[in-house]
């Protein structure tokens, strides 16, 4: 198994210049972490991998725009074989897949100061 690897420890690359690229790389000061690492599946490409960089760059902006309306930095994290679900989500990768977690539609329309969504 794959140990987990860290933005800020300088282990995801590809994310930290995604990052630069759009601005967010002074404005997400939270960590970002993936557990796990391709292959997941026989294939010549890191899909896993690429699909938890674009949901984990999405992540950072929202946990950005959380920080500047509250002060409060947020980590985001995510496995990659959730990474691989997203592409494809009525196929089983091997493991056992936990739900990523999120706040219940409710507080989303009573204006609760939750985030709507965190990925895991």
Request: with cysteine; glycine share 8%.
């Amino acid at each position: 198994m794959h140990r987990a690897r860290s933005l800020r420890r300088g282990e995801l690359e590809p994310l930290a210049n995604l990052m630069s690229q759009v601005g967010l790389a002074g404005r997400f000061s939270g960590d970002a972490t993936v557990f796990g690492a391709d292959p997941v599946i026989r294939s010549p490409h890191r899909l896993a991998e690429a699909s938890c960089t674009a949901h984990l760059l999405i992540a950072a902006a929202g946990a950005a725009i959380w920080e500047a309306r509250t002060g409060a930095s947020t980590d985001i994290a995510m496995d990659v074989v959730h990474g691989l679900h997203h592409l494809h989500p009525t196929h089983s990768w091997g493991r056992p897949a936990t739900p990523a977690t999120s706040v219940p539609s409710s507080s989303r329309s009573t204006g609760s100061s939750r985030p709507a969504t965190a990925v895991t």
